[in-house]
């Protein structure tokens, strides 16, 4: 600006033909703090208008961070999501105070809750030693479906038999065994396309 400044003024003088150096130190004065003023202004007005953008965005980005924290979830199947058509992944989280391991794990798949009979479609039936033994107090297990059809809309339910339950009727125990659903007012839809259940399923004691 320096520069600009000293050119103009120069110019100035050469048409006055009569103007002092008093004059032109003057002149030349006004025109710097002027521009100066200007820039710096300029500057300040455009360091608030980055601010209030930088700003603008970051609550941007903490708006869109927790609305992807809330559809992707905290369970198993929302890190390890299945892409295979026709199979839906979910998990049962554990009680933390469970009586130790349970005698049986059914997971499958109801017209309408709670059951009133056998199920609509079977899912998983867990009676082995290895099949029981990932369900510890306070463990999240994985469950894999697969072979799903690919319309309708069923209920998926989880019943946990424990020692002394009811393991042998398919009748649980109050104050003994554990159940819980995916969604006990709304069915899962089929349509052929993979379902991640991105929530453990939270299995209660039975009343």
Do not use: R
């Amino acid at each position: 600006m320096k520069h600009i400044c000293t050119l103009l003024i120069a110019g100035l003088v050469v048409l006055g033909c009569g103007d002092d150096s008093s004059e032109t130190e003057t002149v030349e004065g006004t025109v710097a703090e002027g521009e100066e003023s200007s820039t710096e202004t300029a500057e300040e007005e455009l360091t608030t208008e980055e601010g209030e953008e930088t700003a603008e965005t970051e609550e941007t980005e903490e708006v869109e961070e927790g609305s992807e924290e809330s559809e992707t979830g905290s369970g198993y199947c929302a890190a390890n999501p299945t892409t295979e058509a026709n199979t839906l992944c979910a998990s049962i989280q554990m009680p933390e105070d469970a009586a130790g391991l349970p005698e049986k794990v059914s997971f499958h798949f109801y017209a309408s809750l709670p059951p009133g009979g056998p199920p609509t479609l079977m899912g998983l039936e867990l009676m082995t030693e290895t099949e029981l033994a990932p369900f510890e107090p306070g463990a999240e297990v994985p469950m894999m479906l697969e072979n799903l059809p690919s319309e309708g809309d069923l209920f998926l339910y989880a019943a946990i038999y424990m020692p002394g339950g009811g393991a042998q009727t398919w009748i649980l125990v109050s104050g003994v065994d554990y159940e819980g659903a995916v969604d006990w007012e709304t069915p899962i839809t089929f349509t052929g396309e993979p379902i991640n259940v991105v929530e453990p399923v939270q299995v209660l004691i039975a009343e």
